[in-house]
C-alpha cells in the first residue's frame, strides 16, 4: 500500500520560513518523480515543484524561494519555503509519478495534505 504522508506546514509571519516534509512508503521512491503542489480555498491546484534524480522545476510564482529535495535514503521528499508570503497560504500536498510534470494528472499518488498559513 501505497502512503504519502506530509508534515512541517503551520502558521508563519510573512517573510518567514517553512520546510514541509514528506515521507512514503510502499513505493520506489529513488525511481519516482515527487511534486508538490498546493491549493488555496476557491482556487485550483496549483505547480509547486517537483524533483527526479537531481532535475527540479518549479512554479514561477515560487522560484527562487523554495527549494525541493529528496533523500532517498529515508524515502522523503522536502520543501523548504523562504520568504513566505500572504499569498502562499495554501493546503500544501505531495505526489508522486512516472515522470516529472507541472501536469497533477500525471501523478498517480497523493498525500492528504499539510496547511500552510502566512500571516500579513
Known amino acids: 500500500q501505497v502512503q504519502l504522508v506530509e508534515s512541517g506546514g503551520g502558521l508563519v509571519q510573512a517573510g518567514g520560513s517553512l520546510r514541509l516534509s514528506c515521507v512514503t512508503s510502499g513505493l520506489s521512491f529513488g525511481s519516482r518523480a515527487m511534486a508538490w503542489f498546493r491549493q488555496a480555498p476557491g482556487k485550483e491546484r496549483e505547480f509547486v515543484a517537483a524533483i527526479i534524480w537531481s532535475y527540479t522545476a518549479y512554479g514561477d510564482s515560487v522560484q527562487d524561494r523554495f527549494t525541493i529535495s529528496r533523500d532517498n535514503a529515508k524515502n522523503t521528499l522536502y520543501l523548504q519555503m523562504n520568504s513566505l508570503k500572504p499569498e502562499d497560504t495554501a493546503v500544501y500536498y505531495c505526489?508522486?509519478?512516472?515522470?516529472?510534470?507541472?501536469?497533477?494528472?500525471?501523478?498517480?499518488?497523493w498525500g492528504q495534505g499539510t496547511q500552510v498559513t502566512v500571516s500579513s
Open positions: 505526489a508522486a509519478g512516472p515522470s516529472i510534470s507541472r501536469d497533477s494528472g500525471i501523478y498517480n499518488n
